[in-house]
Structure formats: structure tokens, C-alpha cells
């Protein structure tokens, strides 16, 4: 099975500068998707970025962006000119067609960002 | 993005009693919706996989009697969390998507948070 690892449980960064979310994950599946979600206060899951394995460029979405390193398992989300509207859980989690169209998330991620 | 609508928000019901939660796609057909579990300060935790028109598909450990999941139309599923008890309180979210198109993204409602007493 899958499983999907956010090492760190939290994160604090300074308004307007960038911090680096980590997520590693196991598969033995080459065609796959990976997504970061975020969840704020309000609890409502968030898209933020997807990123397909196929892909050998990052994906990029305004201030976030991702260091997808296949060989590695590697899928990390840098958040840059950090907002305080940034502040959430952070969800890293991975799908693959075949498996049941399932998404599998990592144990999440909370960012903290100070004024 | 496609929108996902789910009620009530939050209810609270008496210990024994059953409570419906409401999953609607608005703007989307959802062939397949799922259902999650999130205990405070943690992740999301899969219940189960409902097709349209088919028996809901439970991850081990679920019980299957206890949370009933009906999916009768490509746009409603329903959670029915059966007497329930306190240690049933907790965050209800789901999700949707139409595997018809291709998407990978799945959409989520707002959740539900349910306090039994």
C-alpha cells in the first residue's frame, strides 16, 4: 500500500519569507499524482498544487511551488513571500488511478506565520 | 473548481439517535464520492468509496452498519451514522469527483462536525 510521510508536524515562518514543506512517499507505481491541500481554520480542504509523475517540471501555482524529485519519493511545496492568509495544515497526498481512485494523505503539516 | 456542498455544518445529537449528513456536487456529476474521518490535529482518515448506484466500499476497520453510505444519484451521497455514540464524535468531510473526465482533482465539501452527547 501507500503511504505518504510530512515528517515535520509544524512550521513557523516570518510574513513575506519562504518555508519548505517535505513529503516523501513510497509507491511502486511509475504513472501516479501528487497534490499538496491545505485546510485552514474553517476546515475546507483546499486545493493548492497537483503535480503528475510524468511530468519532469515542477508545478508552479503564484507563490507555491514544488521540488518533485521522482526517483527520490520527494514531493516538497516551498511556500514564498509567506502571507499570514498562508497559516493552515498543510496536506500532502498521493493518487493513483488504479488504486481504488483513492487519495492518501501524510499525517499534515501546520504552518505558522508570524507577523 | 467544481463545488461541494455538505450538511448540516455541525450538528449535535443525543446518544442512541441516528444523524444524516448531506454531500451535494452543485455544479458537477459526481460518479464517485468519498467519505473521511478527521480527529483534532490529525489527517484525514478514509471511511469509505461510494459509486453511484452501487454499495459503498468500506476501508477495514469501518463499520458498515454503523456508518450507512447511500449514493442514489450522480449529485447526493449520504452519511448515516447509526446510534450513535460520543466516541463517534468527531469531523465528517467528503469529497467528489467524476472519473467520466479525466480529472484527478477531487473537491471537497466543508464538513460536518458531529458532537454526540
Known amino acids: 500500500a501507500q503511504t505518504v510521510t510530512q515528517s515535520q508536524p509544524e512550521m513557523s515562518v516570518q510574513e513575506a519569507e519562504t518555508v519548505t514543506l517535505s513529503c516523501t512517499y513510497d509507491t511502486s507505481e511509475s504513472d501516479y499524482y501528487l497534490f499538496w491541500y491545505k485546510q485552514p481554520p474553517s476546515r475546507q480542504m483546499i486545493l493548492v498544487i497537483r503535480?503528475?509523475?510524468?511530468?519532469?517540471q515542477n508545478a508552479t501555482e503564484n507563490r507555491f511551488s514544488v521540488n518533485f524529485q521522482k526517483a527520490a519519493k520527494s514531493f516538497s511545496l516551498k511556500i514564498s513571500d509567506s502571507q499570514l492568509g498562508d497559516a493552515a495544515m498543510y496536506f500532502c497526498a498521493y493518487y493513483q488511478k488504479a488504486a481504488g481512485n483513492k487519495l492518501t494523505f501524510g499525517g499534515g503539516t501546520r504552518v505558522l506565520v508570524k507577523p | 473548481g467544481a463545488v461541494v456542498s455538505q450538511h448540516p455544518s455541525w450538528v449535535i445529537c443525543k446518544s442512541g439517535t441516528s444523524v444524516k449528513i448531506e454531500c451535494r456536487s452543485l455544479d458537477f456529476q459526481a460518479t464517485t464520492m468519498f467519505w473521511y474521518r478527521q480527529f483534532p490535529k490529525q489527517s484525514l482518515m478514509l471511511m469509505a468509496t461510494s459509486n453511484e448506484g452501487s454499495k459503498a466500499t468500506y476501508e477495514q476497520g469501518v463499520e458498515k452498519d454503523k456508518f450507512l453510505i447511500n449514493h442514489a444519484s450522480l449529485t447526493l451521497s449520504t452519511l448515516t451514522v447509526t446510534s450513535a455514540h460520543p466516541e463517534d464524535s468527531s469531523f465528517y468531510i467528503c469529497s467528489a469527483r467524476d472519473l467520466r473526465t479525466g480529472r484527478t482533482e477531487a473537491f471537497f465539501g466543508q464538513g460536518t462536525r458531529l458532537t454526540v452527547v
Open positions: 503535480q503528475e509523475a510524468y511530468k519532469q
